[in-house]
């Protein structure tokens, strides 16, 4: 068919405007009703926020994520901040952080919520106090428990670390860990503060959580293995509930002989596995820590702790290699031909160091690590 001439084009545009106009009305109402239509299915075609190197994304499980975290506030923020690990600086971090204000409907004061979600990526500090303060204290608690699927770690509902492979070790040898950790706080009116931390939505998620941002900061760092980690399992339920302590002579974290002298203190029987054993005391009514004691002898896990259980016996009898701080003591053994590493926070008693050690050896069918009469 012939084009059409140009004059009678131009001649019949002029007598078309109507037609025009009628028709794209007609496309905006379509656009309009399919755009609404994707909204109410919550698919709406514009991107979901994505946090932490890209491991999260907003919407897709833990309440932090969606939109549970700022109940029915009018006034919210999610923001996302990161620094992300390179092959040339293996360190990063990465934080979610969550506010909220509203004005409370029982008594007409502000209430405000400040949350915050973070991701440390990178070696252990080289200085044996930090690093035990980093590790030990911080995710070697009674309330943690092993990360599941055999992954060098451990979690909790707020949180958690992960040992990444030897391919990504800093050049000296350290070995290069993932940490999770959930904080926050809730103000109401001019004078209630408490603790009220980023919901992670329990262990499990929080596993899930840590392995994602760990297999995306080792690919932003380039020593990510061929396959990426996974958590498909159940994650290790806790041996049993807090317990208070109501007599001096009360054994503790059901370890014979482990007594702290006091009353006023509650207690945390942890894990209790061939890699892993934890116990942790503290304070009933201030929750300050009084106590805390680890057995470690998962391979990658021990190997946080190389290195800084010095070269002699923490003490006269002792077996193995340690060391003893003001806060801290390490003694480094094999057992059961594993390099286990024996810890306490909080206290330098090696009392009960040496009580909490030699139940754990007993357990797994090795030599004491202290000599008789060394526990108390």
């Not at 926020?49 to 109940?71: H, I, K």
């Not at 940490?179 to 980023?198: E, F, H, I, K, M």
């Amino acid at each position: 068919m012939a084009p059409a001439a140009p004059g009678r084009l131009r001649r019949a545009l002029p007598h078309s405007r109507r037609g025009r106009w009628l028709l794209i009305s007609a496309l905006v109402l379509v656009l309009a009703g399919t755009g609404l239509g994707t909204w109410v299915a919550d698919t709406w075609p514009w991107p979901k926020n994505r946090y932490c190197w890209g491991a999260w994304q907003e919407d897709s499980g833990p309440g932090f994520l969606g939109d549970e975290a700022f109940d029915d506030d009018d006034d919210w923020s999610r923001t996302g901040k990161q620094t992300a690990p390179t092959r040339e600086r293996p360190t990063g971090r990465c934080d979610v952080i969550i506010a909220s204000n509203y004005k409370s409907s029982y008594d007409g004061d502000e209430v405000s919520t400040d949350q915050q979600v973070s991701v440390e990526y990178g070696p252990v500090p080289k200085g044996a106090e930090a690093r035990l303060a980093m590790v030990h204290d911080g995710f070697l608690g009674g309330d943690m428990v092993p990360l599941p699927d055999g992954l060098p770690g451990t979690v909790n509902g707020r949180g958690g670390l992960l040992v990444l492979p030897e391919s990504c070790d800093a050049q000296d040898g350290r070995p290069t860990v993932v940490t999770l950790q959930a904080s926050g706080t809730y103000t109401g009116g001019p004078s209630y503060v408490r603790n009220d931390p980023a919901d992670l939505g329990g262990a499990r998620q929080a596993a899930e959580l840590l392995v994602a941002a760990a297999n995306h900061g080792m690919a932003a760092a380039g020593c990510a293995p061929d396959e990426p980690l996974r958590v498909s399992s159940p994650v290790y339920d806790l041996p049993g509930d807090v317990e208070r302590v109501f007599s001096t002579s009360d054994d503790v974290c059901g370890i014979r002989g482990l007594h702290l002298g006091t009353e006023d203190i509650e207690y945390q029987t942890g894990a209790v596995t061939r890699d892993l054993q934890t116990c942790s005391a503290r304070g009933d009514r201030n929750g300050v820590p009084y106590l805390q004691l680890a057995m470690v002898a998962q391979p990658r896990l021990a190997a946080v702790f190389d290195g800084i259980a010095g070269a002699r016996p923490a003490a006269r009898g002792w077996r193995g290699t340690g060391t003893i701080g003001e806060k801290h003591a390490i003694v480094r053994a094999d057992c059961a031909g594993r390099p286990t590493a024996f810890l306490m926070g909080a206290s330098s008693d090696l009392g009960h160091l040496a009580a909490f050690a030699n139940a754990a050896t007993a357990r797994l069918r090795c030599a004491p690590i202290a000599p008789k009469g060394a526990a108390r």
